[in-house]
């Protein structure tokens, strides 16, 4: 039986919240390299506090804060210096960003810096970039650096359009509104040509005219199967209009996970992440669609039912015919967010999700996908 490798798995790492350390990011990391994940990812913040913790629920779970108490420090472990500490200790599983927020960084050092890590891991880095969520969110980064919001998606467009020169050139400069330097000689150079796979994550159109533009991966969010067709051919007719090929490029979804032996085990494991999740991130563009889409309004059980709609909750073989779905519909990558109480808990899953939807999804047929297992 072939094995068909071009569907890609990747869990994110817990790299913040009350279960973060390095002991459990290199953990789950290794784990996820001898289960055969294609890779880890991480996401993107500076300012993290204990409010954070409780709403914005990427890693670990609501129950495991509430667990923790009071007495403990909102620790975010910052995203390159993790792909740096991991490229170390790992051998194949790839190093990815969810995503990398440019309009805070600066243009010059981060290049090197990514540079850097795809020297160091030996041409493993994925690089995930974006404009930064808003504020509504409750992300303070932007206050904090003195960055105005409105200056995002063209600060982003200058940082990335700088930093693909510093990969690409000898000695390159630039002159632009925000990003600004003199001839510059800035090696290694990195290792996959001409630098490597950018992902782009976001649903507004600004973030898609990105991504048609840079990009030759898309990481979605809260968009459900149903919903993806017709998304993909806008972004396939935004490529077109670029003289670009739909495709150079490959469609991703970051995704809630919750496996156990029964969905109803799985839903009572996540319900409470979930709801809290949803509801803190009802004001974006993915979730104000979701809520038109699914006729919800502000009520718990609604939040609910858009999580289920847009996660995969249930046991390995439901899980395994939703992510069946998402890949008829044109989704072939997934950064899996699993909801876990201990890191323990997350293994356990991991090694669930790995043996009951991965490999069977993996070692199918193309032709089998879609059919009733």
């Given at each position: ?49 204990k409010t954070l ?193 739909p495709s150079e ?27 809290t999740l949803y ?95």
């Amino acid at each position: 039986m072939s094995s068909n490798k071009s569907i890609l798995f990747g869990v994110r790492l817990p790299c913040a919240g009350v279960l973060a350390s390095p002991g459990a990011m290199l953990r789950v990391a290794q784990e996820a390299e001898e289960l055969g994940y294609d890779s880890v990812w991480v996401h993107d913040y500076l300012i993290w506090n204990k409010t954070l913790d409780q709403v914005h629920l990427s890693c670990g779970s609501r129950e495991a804060v509430e667990a923790a108490g009071d007495d403990y420090p909102p620790l975010f472990f910052e995203s390159l210096t993790n792909l740096a500490f991991l490229a170390g200790a790992t051998k194949r599983i790839r190093l990815g960003t969810a995503v990398l927020v440019l309009p805070y960084r600066q243009a010059l050092l981060t290049a090197k810096q990514v540079a850097c890590i795809d020297v160091l891991s030996a041409g493993r880095l994925e690089l995930g970039i974006a404009q930064g969520t808003p504020k509504s969110t409750l992300n303070e980064d932007f206050e904090v650096l003195g960055i105005s919001r409105a200056e995002k998606v063209r600060r982003m467009r200058e940082t990335f359009e700088a930093m693909r020169l510093i990969w690409t050139e000898e000695a390159p400069s630039f002159e632009g509104n925000f990003v600004r330097f003199p001839a510059a000689t800035i090696y290694p150079k990195p290792v996959q040509k001409p630098y490597p796979r950018i992902w782009i994550g976001g649903s507004s159109d600004r973030s898609l005219d990105m991504v048609a533009d840079y990009a030759t991966g898309w990481i979605t969010s809260a968009v459900p199967p149903g919903r993806l067709p017709s998304a993909i051919e806008d972004l396939h007719r935004r490529m077109r209009e670029r003289g670009r090929q739909p495709s150079e490029m490959t469609v991703a979804t970051e995704i809630e996970v919750s496996v156990a032996d029964t969905t109803d085990e799985a839903k009572a494991q996540a319900a409470l992440t979930l709801q809290t999740l949803y509801e803190h991130y009802s004001a974006t563009t993915a979730h104000a669609e979701l809520q038109q889409t699914t006729g919800s309004g502000q009520a718990d059980a609604d939040f609910l039912e858009q999580a289920w709609a847009t996660s995969l909750v249930g046991s390995p073989t439901d899980i395994r015919t939703e992510v069946e779905r998402y890949i008829e519909s044109g989704c072939t990558a997934f950064e899996l967010k699993f909801i876990y109480h201990s890191i323990d808990h997350m293994i356990a899953q991991m090694r669930q999700f790995a043996q009951g939807v991965m490999n069977p999804v993996r070692y199918r047929e193309p032709a089998e996908i879609g059919r009733t297992p």
